[in-house]
T-cell receptor
Framework: KAGVTQTPRYLIKTRGQQVTLSCSPISGHRSVSWYQQTPGQGLQFLFEYFSETQRNKGNFPGRFSGRQFSNSRSEMNVSTLELGDSALYLC??????????????FGQGTRLTVV | AQSVTQPDIHITVSEGASLELRCNYSYGATPYLFWYVQSPGQGLQLLLK??????LVQGIKGFEAEFKRSQSSFNLRKPSVHWSDAAEYFCAIQAGTALIFGKGTTLSVSS
């Protein structure tokens, strides 16, 4: 079956702009999580959605937001971009039901560069 | 607070030699632990996971890991490294519905 699909793969934006990233999870998976990966901070959890509801949120400013649609596809938005938002943004999907089914499958990521 | 520490930033191993990557965690309850691998420009691939039971866990690509509660460790091992194993390796702990990752260890393989 198809894996986790993230679009676009690469993005260049200017400071102050906003950006929307998209993630299509594995068919049947209802949980989508987002992570930011930078050389300095490593992999950091942004938020997790399950059945269109945000279940968990990491320690990021309100400029970072997300949503999940009824088909489990998810988008994350970053407003008022800063240079420090340049990162690889990874999406992960899982069934989300029960601890033994929380194996996360990751997409290839969206590389965001803010100039 | 939960945390994961990978003490080695970069390791170089000769092809065919054995490998051990270290991972220490801090967690108040029974941990659910994972090892992921990331090749350049790619996402993360799960190598293995530990939830409970046997403390020696087998994974894909010939990797295994041993959970040692007394040492708060979950070290990754492979008896014979191949050049294709060169990548970045991440240890992670489940915290609710989130994963907390270590900073990663970059593995280089020399011929």
């Amino acid at each position: 079956k198809a894996g986790v699909t993230q679009t676009p793969r690469y993005l260049i934006k200017t400071r102050g702009q906003q950006v929307t990233l998209s993630c299509s999870p594995i068919s049947g998976h209802r949980s989508v999580s987002w992570y930011q990966q930078t050389p300095g901070q490593g992999l950091q959890f942004l938020f997790e959605y399950f059945s269109e509801t945000q279940r968990n949120k990491g320690n990021f400013p309100g400029r970072f937001s997300g949503r999940q649609f009824s088909n489990s596809r998810s988008e994350m938005n970053v407003s008022t971009l800063e240079l420090g938002d340049s990162a690889l943004y990874l999406c992960a999907s899982s069934s989300g039901t029960g601890i033994l089914n929380t194996e996360a499958f990751f997409g290839q990521g969206t590389r965001l560069t803010v100039v | 607070a939960q945390s994961v520490t990978q003490p080695d930033i970069h390791i170089t191993v000769s092809e065919g030699a054995s490998l051990e990557l270290r991972c220490n965690y801090s967690y108040g309850a029974t941990p659910y632990l994972f090892w992921y691998v990331q090749s350049p420009g790619q996402g993360l691939q799960l190598l293995l996971k530990y939830f409970s039971g046997d403390t020696l866990v087998q994974g894909i690509k010939g990797f295994e890991a041993e959970f040692k509660r007394s040492q708060s460790s979950f070290n990754l091992r492979k008896p014979s490294v191949h050049w294709s194993d060169a990548a970045e390796y991440f240890c992670a702990i489940q915290a609710g519905t989130a994963l907390i990752f270590g900073k990663g260890t970059t593995l280089s393989v020399s011929s």
